[in-house]
Structures are given as structure tokens and as C-alpha cells.
């Protein structure tokens, strides 16, 4: 991957930008994550990053498309809002119309790039890994938040399929970011697990990693028992590289807890993590409440609206709250009954309107959203219009990349600028403590060709 950077890097700085792929697309109206369109002379648009955009602009390949309109100054209320959002649409900016809450007291950039900020004392981060559902797309993982403190705590909030493409863009080693706690054992929360589990081995986490879950109502539907399973699933991808690193590499240390009880489930250097019910498709399901620094944030992971997260959730500092499209939107967009439409709105995850009940009950100093995939237009102005009936403050609608820089005094949301190719931070391993068990069957090992004996042979024939 490196080299394929590097070569593209050579590219441009060559001037060759045949590699730049415009499209047929007579607008920009797809999602053109943390980049800009340009349109060249014969009216195709492509989207670049903006460093690459300059360098087109400067030798005349084309134009930076002005797809931000003004917005008229004759607007007001709603109508004004939701033209404001539409500019961010697709993560070029966040998706807020209040993009600082509170007196900032120090400097921050337009995007956060990762590697280039640090926190204050008093400061936490908050990095949207996945927003979207199981429906993955490339601008969208499924669910997924990672949790920074000042005092270097890294803490995952699910790992939803496509998810650690995102948190790799951050660079952290991998032995700083070991802790991941499920919500629940839904495949959009848990799908990135083989994928965090199985990078190890090339981005040299020796620590294991630490997974903390639910029990559910039978053992068989704990975490544990989940990743019981999970070994024996990887059990050839685990003999494969047993012997060439540590085996902490390969593990997962479970933290099962019980899941209809409302505790205290991790606990460190003043932080907390508290786990409470959630209520969503069948037993088993958690919500948690961090503590940290006298700030406190709940990640919801899937529910529907419920006394516990109501209770739990009055006046914290972000309440991430997952959010499903509405039921109309529902039934428009995948053709579900309304009936199946209004049961999953309504009695699996929250719709837009409870939504906006839930911020006007709890009154967190920051609310977010995230659970919906935002591939068409109607998606976020209808969610944002029905969490508008009930609430008028400050709302996030969290893309993946989404960064939300938090003290006791302010909160600041920007998108994130990452370079798609950026490998894990990379860490050398220990010392290997076990050796290997399978090898190639000698008839496999016979036919490995000698290349060296090869290029001889090649060699000698050409002189
Ligand atoms: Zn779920
Ligand atoms: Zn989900």
C-alpha cells in the first residue's frame, strides 16, 4: 500500500494525473467523503482531496465546482437550518448547523487531522468509526465510536463492519487501543471484530484485546460464549500464525457481564464505565454511560426509546443516541410494510420524533445522532425536521469521520481529514512464546519453487 502512495504521489508530482478518475456523472450528487469535486473541460466531475484539486487547478485540468450555494439570506427557522446542513451533506463539514457550542479557549483547524492535536487536561475526543447500519458502505461503516481522553484512555464503543478502516486512519498504536465494548452482538456492532482481532499480526498489538459484552438470555447469546465460537471459527487463521508472533496477539480477553443490571463494568484512573438495559430486538442489549472528568456521555448503541436510557441520560454532556430513519422514510426506501416500518421505528431502534423527545427530556448539552445511512437526500432533512418538533437546540447528525472535541466549557464538531491509505501505527512485537503447531505436508513443501535457482537458469540462457 505504501508503495502504491508513493507512486501515486509521483504521479501527481509529475504532472500525470491520467490516474484522477472523472465520471460521467453530469453533477456532483454522490457522496464525495472529506474531498472536493472539480469538473474538467469536457464537463466530468471527479472527487479529489483538496491538495490533489489544487494541483489540477493550477496546471488547468479543470475547476473547483462551487457545489456550496449561498444561502438566502430571506430564509429563516427550519427552512434555514436544513439548507445549512445540505452544504455539509456527504462529510465535508459536519452535519450541524452549530459547529461550536460554548467560548472555545484555544485554536482549532477547520478539519482534524489526525496526529496533529493534542488534548487539553480537561479535554476528550470523540471519533465516529461507523455511523451507518449493516447496510456497509465505503463512505459509511456500521457502528462505531472511539472515546480519547487527555489522559490517554482509547475506549471503542462497537466495532461495526468497515468500521477499522476508520479507526486505522488515526495511527494509534495498537497497543493504546485495546478496549472495545459491545452494545450488543448485532453483526453492524461486532462485524469489524475478526478484522481488529486478525490486523494484529501486522500492526504489532501484543496486548490482547480487552472486549467487554453482555450476557444474554440464554449463555449460548453471552459474549463469552460469542467468542468461544469466534475461536473456534479462526481457528485456521490462528494456527496459520501461531509461533510467528506472542499469542497475546491472538487473544480476546471477555469481560461478561450481566446485561439487566445497571453497574459499574470498567474502571480506570477515574474513569468509568456504566452499563445499563437497553431494549432492542430480543433480551441481551446494553446502553453505557462514561464518566470521566466530571463530563459524562452515553452511547446508546441500538434501542428503542426507554426508562433506563431516559434516566441515565438527563443532562450529560453528549448523548449519542442512535436514530433510524422514520417509519414513512422506512417503508419509501426499503419497501417495508408500514406495519413491519413502525415496529422497527418504534419498538427496535428510535425514530427521528422520539428522538426529539428524548433530547427535550434529557437535555444533553450535546445530542448526536448516528444509525442512519445517509445516501439519499431525503434521509437527514425528514430526521432532522421530525427531531425539530420537539427540540430546538444544538443536534448532531454524525458521519463517519465525525470529531467532536469536548471540555467542561465548549464542544467543537468537525470532520476528520485522513489519508485513506494510512496503515495502523505499527508496533514491534515481544518475544514469541509458543511454537508452531501445523506445517506444510512435505509433498506442498516439495513443490516451493526455488527462485533463486530460477533466475540462475533464466540468467544463463540469456548470456
Ligand atoms: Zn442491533
Ligand atoms: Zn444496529
Known amino acids: 500500500m505504501k508503495n502504491f502512495t508513493i507512486i501515486a504521489?509521483?504521479?501527481?508530482?509529475?504532472?500525470?494525473?491520467?490516474?484522477?478518475?472523472?465520471?460521467?456523472?453530469?453533477?456532483?450528487n454522490q457522496i464525495c467523503i472529506d474531498k472536493v469535486w472539480i469538473?474538467?473541460?469536457?464537463g466530468k466531475i471527479a472527487c479529489v482531496?483538496?491538495?490533489t484539486a489544487d494541483k489540477l487547478v493550477q496546471r488547468g485540468w479543470g475547476t473547483l465546482l462551487d457545489d456550496v450555494t449561498p444561502v438566502d439570506e430571506s430564509l429563516t427557522g427550519l427552512e434555514k437550518e436544513l439548507t445549512l446542513l445540505s452544504e455539509h451533506d456527504g462529510g465535508v463539514g459536519p452535519l450541524t448547523i452549530t459547529p461550536i457550542i460554548g467560548e472555545t479557549t484555544k485554536q482549532y483547524f477547520e478539519f482534524y487531522i489526525p496526529g496533529t492535536e493534542e488534548l487539553d487536561e480537561n479535554e476528550m475526543r470523540i471519533f465516529a468509526c461507523g455511523t451507518g447500519s449493516p447496510w456497509v458502505m465505503i463512505g459509511q461503516a456500521a457502528s462505531c465510536f472511539l472515546?480519547?481522553?487527555?489522559?490517554?484512555h482509547n475506549l471503542i464503543f462497537d466495532l461495526g463492519g468497515g468500521s477499522v478502516g476508520n479507526l486505522n486512519t488515526l495511527g494509534i498504536p495498537g497497543n493504546e487501543m485495546t478496549h472495545v465494548?459491545?452494545?450488543h452482538l448485532h453483526v453492524d456492532h461486532i462485524g469489524g471484530l475478526p478484522t481488529f482481532w486478525g490486523q494484529a499480526f501486522m500492526m504489532g498489538r501484543s496486548a490482547p484485546i480487552e472486549l467487554y459484552g453482555p450476557s444474554g438470555p440464554d449463555e449460548h447469546l453471552g459474549t463469552s460464549a460469542f467468542v468461544d465460537g469466534f475461536m473456534e471459527n479462526w481457528a485456521w487463521d490462528l494456527e496459520s500464525k501461531r509461533g510467528e508472533a506472542p499469542k497475546s496477539v491472538h487473544q480476546i480477553n471477555v469481560h461478561e457481564f450481566d446485561y439487566s443490571v445497571t453497574q459499574v463494568v470498567y474502571e480506570k484512573d477515574g474513569l468509568t464505565v456504566t452499563s445499563f438495559p437497553a431494549v432492542h430486538a430480543i433480551d441481551g442489549p446494553v446502553s453505557y454511560r462514561?464518566?470521566?472528568n466530571g463530563m459524562s456521555v452515553i452511547y446508546s448503541g441500538d434501542t428503542t426509546l426507554n426508562d433506563f436510557l431516559l434516566e441515565n441520560s438527563m443532562n450529560v454532556d453528549v448523548l449519542i443516541l442512535q436514530v433510524s430513519p422514520s417509519a414513512e422514510q422506512m417503508s419509501r426506501l426499503f419497501g417495508f410494510s408500514p406495519e413491519l416500518a413502525t415496529k422497527l421505528t418504534s419498538h427496535v431502534h428510535i425514530a427521528p420524533e422520539a428522538a426529539g423527545v428524548a433530547f427535550y427530556v434529557t437535555q444533553p448539552r450535546l445530542p448526536v445522532i448516528f444509525h442512519m445511512n445517509l445516501f439519499d437526500d431525503e434521509i437527514v432533512p425528514d430526521a432532522y425536521t421530525n427531531i425539530r418538533k420537539y427540540y430546538d437546540d444544538p443536534v448532531v447528525i454524525a458521519q463517519d469521520r465525525t470529531v467532536i472535541n469536548v471540555t467542561p466549557d465548549y464542544a467543537v464538531i468537525r470532520q476528520a481529514q485522513v489519508d485513506p491509505l494510512t496503515t495502523p501505527a505499527y508496533t514491534p512485537f515481544g518475544e514469541i512464546d509458543e511454537e508452531k503447531v501445523y506445517f506444510f505436508s512435505d509433498w506442498l513443501e516439495e513443490s516451493i519453487v526455488d527462485v533463486e535457482q530460477l533466475k540462475q537458469e533464466i540468467d544463463d540462457g540469456k548470456k
Not at 504521489?9 to 453533477?27: C, N, R, T
Not at 469538473?39 to 469536457?42: D, L, T
Not at 472515546?147 to 490517554?152: E, H, I, N
Open 9 to 28: 504521489m509521483l504521479l501527481l508530482s509529475l504532472g500525470v494525473v491520467s490516474v484522477i478518475p472523472f465520471s460521467d456523472a453530469a453533477e456532483a
Open 147 to 152: 472515546l480519547q481522553t487527555a489522559d490517554g
Open 290 to 292: 462514561i464518566d470521566w
Open 39 to 42: 469538473e474538467n473541460s469536457k
Open 181 to 183: 465494548f459491545a452494545s
Open 49 to 51: 482531496i483538496p491538495t
